[in-house]
């Protein structure tokens, strides 16, 4: 095949199926994994028929650490190279550290940080040798800004991947590799529905601090392509993340204490 691929995962909903269509709209071949077979089934035939192009679908679920090689596996059987990987999926886990099981807490680990390092890993040395790759590690705003209590590993792993994202477009910035960190504050998807967060988030967020799904995903593509490390969609969180820099950490910590308890379970 002539056309990019791209491996979106997470890619069943949410910003994971936003990044889909936007790419099968410039012409992007899609890899799609994600662990509800229906729903990537579903959209795969859509993105087929409206776009033309060549979607493989993986179900997988990244917790299992022989996931990230198996999808690979089947992309390479598939005769595919994997040109653009949008590291996607993700979750929030509610409650505090000690009230959760250590197995929920590793297996949020593998899937937010172990599973985009590998997957990132396995694909950068061919993008390098071919002088082309593109890796969006879908982060948070949270990841910019001091944690709250609650979620207690959702900041930590988004500010790894900050880091990580940096990290890799500066050893990118010979070879024709751009990698960019996307965070995005509150945006309209399935998120706060499964992490059972929903009407905590609605009743106590204001609708101008909410996000378009296809609107963060534009955004970041434009990062992505224009090869900016990190990329904050949104003129409200790109002052909110710019104040928590400028004022003395204790102060951020405190306001975030007074803050995070409205839309986290503790």
């Known amino acids: 095949m002539t056309r990019r691929l791209a491996l979106v ?5 949410g910003l994971g199926a936003a990044f889909a269509r936007h790419l099968a709209a410039r012409g992007f071949d899609l890899a799609l994994t994600a662990r509800r077979a229906d729903r990537l089934s579903a959209l795969a ?3 087929r028929d409206r776009h033309g192009v060549e979607v493989l679908t993986v179900a997988a679920d990244l917790a299992r650490p022989e996931a990230p ?7 390479a059987a598939a005769g595919r190279r ?4 949008v590291n996607n999926a993700g979750y929030g886990l509610s409650g505090t550290f000690a009230d959760t099981r250590w197995a929920d807490q590793a297996d949020f680990v593998q899937v937010m940080v172990t599973a985009p390092c590998e997957l990132a890993h396995r694909v950068r ?8 790759g ?3 590690n879908v982060a948070s705003v949270a990841g910019l800004l001091p944690a709250a209590a609650g979620h207690t590993l959702y900041a930590a792993s988004k500010a790894f991947l900050i880091r990580f994202s940096q990290s890799l477009h500066l050893e990118g910035r010979a070879d024709g590799v751009h990698v960019s960190a996307l965070c995005p504050g509150f945006t309209y998807t399935e998120f706060h529905d499964v992490n059972g967060t929903r009407e905590l988030a ?3 967020t204001p609708r101008w601090l909410w996000l378009d799904a296809d609107r963060v995903v534009a955004d970041g593509w434009r990062a992505v392509e224009a090869n900016r490390p990190v990329c904050t969609p949104g003129v409200v969180y790109k002052a909110i993340t710019g104040v928590s820099r400028l004022i003395p950490e204790s102060w951020a910590l405190g306001l975030m204490a007074g803050q995070g308890g409205r839309v986290r379970k503790t």
């Open 125 to 132: 040395p061919a993008m390098g040798a071919r002088g082309y």
């Open 69 to 75: 090689a198996a999808i690979l596996g089947e992309i």
């Open 134 to 136: 593109r890796i969006v």
């Open 202 to 204: 609605d009743a106590s």
């Open 45 to 47: 035939g859509d993105l």
């Open 82 to 85: 994997v040109d653009v990987l």
């Open 9 to 13: 995962t997470g890619a069943s909903a």
